[in-house]
């Protein structure tokens, strides 16, 4: 049987992978991604406990965080086009009408 | 021998990932991601989540990064334009700091036990999840329908053309 840290730190690994492309990556495509791969990370850590605790609660908050993802998902690419449309680039560092 | 398939998984997840950072091409970082997304899946079925990495592959696999691919291609995007940034030294610190967190991170992670449920034939099959589901989360279900279609008619807004 694989003990329960090591699928904890895989999932910390990611997370961290997810956090740094947050971080460094500039276009906003690749920062949604980024998203995605914390949510993963996350789910991962929630199907762990679940099978630690003997629990199907944990399996059911990850069906509900695809549900959100797949919305964020669907309003951020929305979001992504009406950007790209108004200003012909995903650069976050170009979308910079509100910084003082 | 299911360390093998855990190491294998572990590996090919964690690979993956870095790739999505490393690709210069936003649409290579999202065939990537999906190569995560599926051993992700991989290791679900090591957990014993059966129906979990049967949506992940078909609902984020096959639904989520359809929907990131499409755009990317309406986009038609030049090649990622990150070179020649002011950020740019923030990497130096940046990963360096990401390491020590995760050394941190893993020194805790690395001492938790077994929980003390009995190694049962726990399975998280369509069944199980279905009767929680509908029983004890049936309100939260419900809540999702109006999240979704508060979503949807929000893209729809949001891509319009005349925003």
Redesign the interface.
């Known amino acids: 049987m694989i003990p329960a840290s090591w699928f904890l730190i895989l999932s910390a690994v990611l997370f961290l992978i997810g956090v740094l492309g947050f971080f460094l990556k500039r276009n906003i495509i690749a920062l949604l991604l980024s998203v995605e791969i914390m949510l993963n990370a996350v789910n991962l850590t929630f199907v762990v406990f679940s099978n630690q605790h003997r629990q199907i609660s944990g399996q059911i908050f990850v069906f509900f965080v695809l549900v959100v993802a797949s919305a964020e998902a669907a309003v951020g690419l929305a979001l992504v086009i009406a950007i790209f449309r108004n200003r012909e680039t995903l650069n976050v560092d170009r979308s910079n009408l509100l910084k003082w | 021998m299911?360390?093998i398939l855990?190491f294998f998984f572990?590996a090919l997840?964690?690979g993956a990932?870095?790739n999505?950072?490393v690709q210069k091409h936003?649409l290579y970082?999202?065939l990537s991601?999906i190569l995560?997304?599926i051993a992700?899946s991989g290791?679900?079925i090591?957990?014993?989540?059966d129906?979990?990495a049967m949506?992940?592959i078909i609902?984020?696999a096959g639904?989520?990064m359809v929907?990131?691919v499409f755009?990317?291609m309406?986009?038609n995007?030049p090649a990622?334009?990150?070179g020649a940034?002011?950020?740019r030294w923030?990497?130096f610190i940046?990963?360096p700091l990401?390491?020590f967190?995760?050394f941190l991170?893993?020194a805790t992670?690395?001492?938790?036990e077994?929980?003390?449920?009995?190694?049962?034939t726990?399975t998280?099959s369509p069944r199980?999840?279905g009767q929680?589901?509908f029983t004890?989360?049936v309100l939260?279900f419900e809540a999702?329908s109006l999240?979704?279609l508060?979503?949807?008619v929000?893209?729809?807004?949001?891509?319009k053309k005349d925003?």
């Not at chain 2, 090591?46 to 989540?49: I, S, T, Y």
């Not at chain 2, 077994?114 to 049962?120: C, H, Q, R, V, Y």
Request: proline residues 2%; aromatic residues 12%.
């Open positions: 299911i360390q855990f572990a997840a964690a990932a870095i999505v950072l936003v970082s999202a991601l995560m997304l992700i290791l679900f090591l957990l014993r989540a129906f979990l949506i992940q609902v984020y639904a989520i929907l990131f755009v990317i309406l986009l995007l990622d334009e990150d940034d002011r950020l923030l990497k940046g990963i990401g390491l967190f995760l991170v893993s992670l690395w001492n938790v077994a929980g003390s449920g009995t190694p049962s726990f998280g199980a999840i929680s589901l004890d989360y939260p999702t999240l979704i508060i979503a949807l929000g893209a729809v807004v949001f891509a925003l």
